[in-house]
Structures are given as C-alpha cells and as structure tokens.
C-alpha cells in the first residue's frame, strides 16, 4: 500500500518539556499544540509537530526542517538566542542548510533545495 502516510511527528526525549515547549515556542517560534502535565507536549509549525516526552536521558536526534528560505530563516534566528553548530551554506547535494542545536542538544538541520529535479535526476544516474 502506497502513499498512506498523512503526517509525521517525531518524538524527541527531553529532560524539561516545559522548558523545550517555551524553547521551541519563544525562540523558534513555532505554536504550542498541546501540553500533557510535565510529561508529554507537543508544537508545531506550518504543518509539521514535534513532539517531546519526559526523559532521564537524554539521545541527541536531527531533524530536517525543509523551509522555502533558509537565508531569511538563518538572519531571524541569528536574532535569537540559538545555539549554531554550522553556520548556512551551500552543499554538494543540493542544499542550503544550516545546523543549530536546541536546550537538550538535538540538532535541528534546516534548509532549502537548490537544486531542480533535472540535475538530482542526472546526479543519481551518475552514481547509479
């Protein structure tokens, strides 16, 4: 069965979800959806949630934000208090991303294609 996904939330171990909601709220400036006492929470931004469950531990994750402007993202939230791991650029594969990390060190890579479809088609048939 193809195509019955509709959606995805990745779920990310926090010590504080109080603390990675008003993060990813105030900072980030995504919305809060919902919030279960101080274990569970959730925001979202355009349509996409995250998710965050209460831990003791805490295993770094990434995720990939794909935006429409990565450099418009990268100077708003060089106005923040963000944490960057690798500051916007240009890559190899089609991608203008940039890395910053949040208050329980998961990596959000965020970026936007800059390649069109034609030239990741010749791509993958020269390394096919």
Do not use: C
């Amino acid at each position: 069965m193809k195509k019955y996904i509709q959606h995805q939330a990745p779920v990310l171990p926090v010590i504080n979800v109080f603390k990675a909601l008003e993060f990813y709220r105030d900072v980030l400036k995504f919305d809060l959806a919902w919030v279960l006492e101080d274990t569970y929470g959730s925001v979202y931004n355009g349509n996409i949630e995250v998710h965050f469950t209460k831990s003791d531990k805490v295993e770094v994750q990434t995720l990939y934000f794909f935006v429409r402007n990565a450099d418009q993202v990268y100077q708003f939230l060089k106005t923040q208090q963000v944490d960057f791991i690798e500051d916007i650029q240009s890559k190899s594969w089609g991608m203008r991303e940039f890395v910053i990390r949040d208050l329980d060190g998961h990596r959000l890579r965020i970026g936007h294609g800059e390649r069109n479809k034609h030239e990741i088609e010749v791509l993958s048939r020269e390394i096919g």
